[in-house]
């Protein structure tokens, strides 16, 4: 590890420091072994992963969605060195609001810019596979949507696979900021609009739905 | 003040009958009695609805004495009779309320009708001290990570396809495994002697899982490779645990991250298994939490949980009229309004 | 000139980035390249396709990584610098287009290790042009079609800190592609 680097959280499957690199300020997302697994799956999985993360990201990014640049894999080491995007979480945001009408039109506004970035994301046929508003971040100062933390991303064209995307998120929302249906139901609005091979994707979602009941 | 409530369950292949007292006082819950009585049914073979609801319809007759004499009751001391509402398989669900409900107008007593995984939930937390842990209920009709918030117990994570269990279950006919005490346990002791491990696929999205193409895998694997030799049975089994287990407590661990828990507990069926609690435990350990777990009489369908969750309800005023009291094989654990929990 | 150390390879020295304009012997360079001659122990990257200095530092980044794993796809770090500049795994198609030709009229020169003062030297005694004070000038010497085009970057982009991302990105990921 880069001597100087700061450890700023320690989730569930990576340590995440934040370091000098290259000139510039970088997230080092390094992933760790875990005891519980066979080494076998462990050393397969951590590595497969990886990759998979640095693929996504830039895949995305190709793609227009706003998402942390890779700088660096260290296949090794499971890390990869990306940048370091300064901003706040959706999450945290959502959290910051009070019921009150005067957040309607800016969570209107960011409803657009979630369901903007997640039919590029799919348009791309990137799947998330961890949608929470803890991953998205809105970009310090021009408030872009930033889609960050692709641990578990894959690359799918399946409909099914992008309605999971999409009940996830949902899900996310609805487990941790009670109230949130509206503005799920505006992401998805938007969503719709700007992915023109969404109709599968949704009528998926609707079944996921259903089923519930 | 004391309440009693005595407790149906017959939502699979177990039939159980419990009752339970709780202590408005003391706070102090006691286990009366549980008895329990499983349909098992001979190995390659799963248990089917009609022969299910048949066998509960046999033996709930002897169970409901056993356990009222056990507990030492009598019928006037019980307030409230609970049953099991869902989710579940119809028929047996059924063959099971019909009789809460005849007990409820022989005994002039109200019903309550309880979801099957707020009774476990309830009851392990009552069991482990648990206060306010991230669940991971795991048996043959349900695989879900759950945790507490705002008056539901709200479902983090589940399976995408088949439960858990269903997979061990189905796994277990495909290799002629004993069905007693149940395949999850014949599967779990062939893979002590496990020594290979074979790459499964491994399906995890986000919070949720999918088992039903590892199934398939794997009986692949089974048919190509066992005959000549290549792994054994104990391979399958142990890389079959191995695998799922490790599924589990990766979706585990991350609602745990999401909302910033450090307690998990296992309820269901399969969190009997004892290697399921050990990699639970190293993940907990890892990040310096803890795992809670029971044991077979209360992980494993009982009626005490369900006179338990039931009790909870019945004591903040909820009853279930005669009218109500249908039986319904989907019914979501975020369905429910826990009434009792601040 | 301009010496920086990196990170992960502080063992590996100082790395040494100079530009020079007006560099009229770049055919003699060249050829003295394809004979391996020991002395040209230096990437000479045609600075056309050089967008951004960050750009360069990524991939000489990967190059001291895939030196450090004894894993390099070409003959020493230095033409794996040139390497990792291009976004294919084509070893002769990337040489030719990220180092120099005989027309090459501005270098990037990249040299890993050593003293400041020597390689300042010998690199003067080496190209017949004029080396740049600093750095900065870098991305006057670009060519944004031949970079998009190398790069395969959509003309519709425009924004130059989202094409200079992008590539930045293309470099980074190209060993796990």
């Known amino acids: ?213 | 003040m004391r309440h009693i409530a005595i407790g149906l369950e017959g939502s699979a292949n177990k039939l159980g009958i419990g009752i339970v007292t709780h202590d408005d006082v003391t706070g102090k819950v006691e286990i009366l009695s549980n008895i329990r009585h499983t349909h098992i049914t001979p190995p390659g073979t799963g248990f089917l609805p009609r022969d299910t609801a048949a066998h509960h319809r046999e033996h709930v007759l002897p169970v409901l004495e056993n356990a009222l004499k056990e507990a030492n009751i009598t019928i006037k001391d019980i307030n409230v009779i609970c049953f099991t509402k869902g989710p579940g398989m119809g028929a047996p669900l059924a063959s099971v309320a019909i009789v809460a409900r005849t007990l409820s107008l022989l005994w002039d007593k109200p019903l309550v009708g309880v979801n099957h995984c707020i009774g476990h939930i309830e009851m392990g937390r009552e069991i482990t001290g648990a206060k306010n842990p991230v669940v991971l209920y795991v048996s043959g009709g349900n695989t879900q990570v759950i945790a507490y918030a705002e008056k539901r117990y709200r479902i983090f994570g589940e399976t995408l396809d088949i439960a858990v269990g269903n997979c061990l279950d189905r796994f277990a006919r495909v290799l002629n495994l004993s069905n007693d005490p149940s395949p999850g346990y014949s599967i779990e002791q062939a893979a002590k002697s496990g020594k290979t491990f074979i790459e499964l696929p491994y399906t995890v999205k986000g919070m949720d899982v999918s088992f039903s193409g590892i199934l398939s895998y794997i009986e692949m694997i089974a048919q190509d490779q066992l005959a000549s030799g290549e792994c054994t049975p104990e391979d399958l089994c142990f890389s079959l645990q191995e695998t799922i287990f490790a599924m589990l407590v990766e979706t585990t661990e991350r609602a745990m991250a999401h909302i910033g828990s450090n307690e998990v507990l296992i309820v269901g069926g399969v969190g009997c298994n004892l290697r399921l609690q050990e990699m639970m435990a190293q993940m907990a350990e890892q990040r310096g939490g803890k795992v809670f777990a029971t044991d077979e009489r209360f992980c494993i369908d009982n009626g005490i949980m369900i006179a338990h969750a039931g009790l909870l309800a019945f004591r903040t005023g909820f009853t279930t009229s005669l009218e109500e009291s249908f039986c319904t094989q989907r019914f979501r654990t975020d369905e429910v309004y826990v009434s009792w929990r601040d | 000139m301009e010496s920086f150390t990196f990170e992960l390879f502080p063992s590996r020295g100082l790395i040494h980035i100079s530009l020079f304009r007006n560099v009229t012997n770049a055919a003699e360079l060249r050829k003295r390249l394809l004979a391996r001659d020991q002395e040209l122990s230096y990437a000479f990257i045609d600075a056309r396709v050089v967008f951004d200095l960050f750009q360069v530092l990524v991939a000489v980044n990967n190059a001291l990584y895939y030196e450090k794993l004894e894993k390099l796809k070409t003959f020493n770090v230095h033409s794996e610098i040139v390497y990792f500049l291009s976004p294919t795994t084509n070893i002769t198609e990337s040489l030719r287009r990220f180092g120099i030709s005989d027309v090459t009229n501005a270098i990037l020169v990249v040299k890993v290790g050593g003293d400041a003062t020597d390689v300042k030297s010998h690199l003067s005694s080496l190209i017949q042009g004029e080396m740049e004070s600093n750095l900065d000038t870098i991305s006057h010497f670009a060519d944004l079609g031949t970079i998009k085009k190398y790069y395969k970057i959509d003309n519709k982009m425009t924004d130059r800190r989202e094409i200079l991302e992008c590539l930045i990105g293309t470099i980074a990921i190209k060993p796990v592609l």
């Open chain 1, 1 to 213: 590890m880069i001597d100087n680097a700061v450890l700023i959280k320690q989730g569930a499957e990576a340590r995440i420091y934040i370091a000098p690199f290259l000139t510039r300020k970088a997230i080092v997302k390094e992933r760790f072994s875990k005891s519980y697994r066979h080494p076998i799956l462990d050393k397969k999985l951590t590595a497969r992963r990886v990759t998979q993360e640095a693929r996504c990201l830039h895949k995305c990014r190709r793609s227009g969605l706003d998402t942390p640049v890779v700088y660096f894999v260290d296949i090794e080491n499971n890390t990869i060195y990306m940048e370091y995007v300064e901003g706040k979480t959706v999450r945290d945001i959502l959290r910051e609001q009070s019921d009150d009408e005067s957040f309607k039109s800016k969570n209107d506004e960011m409803a657009n810019k979630i369901g903007m970035a997640l039919a590029n994301m799919h348009v791309a046929d990137v799947i998330h596979g961890d949608l929470t508003t803890s991953n998205l971040l809105s970009r310090d100062p021009t408030g872009s949507l930033v889609v960050i933390d692709f641990g578990l991303s894959y690359v799918s064209i399946l409909p099914e696979d992008k309605a999971v995307d999409l009940y996830v998120l949902e899900r996310a929302f609805m487990s941790t900021h009670p109230n949130s249906e509206t503005m799920f139901a505006s992401i998805l609005e938007t969503y719709r609009k700007k992915y023109k091979d969404s109709g599968p994707v949704i009528n998926k979602l609707e079944e996921e739905a259903e089923n519930e009941v």
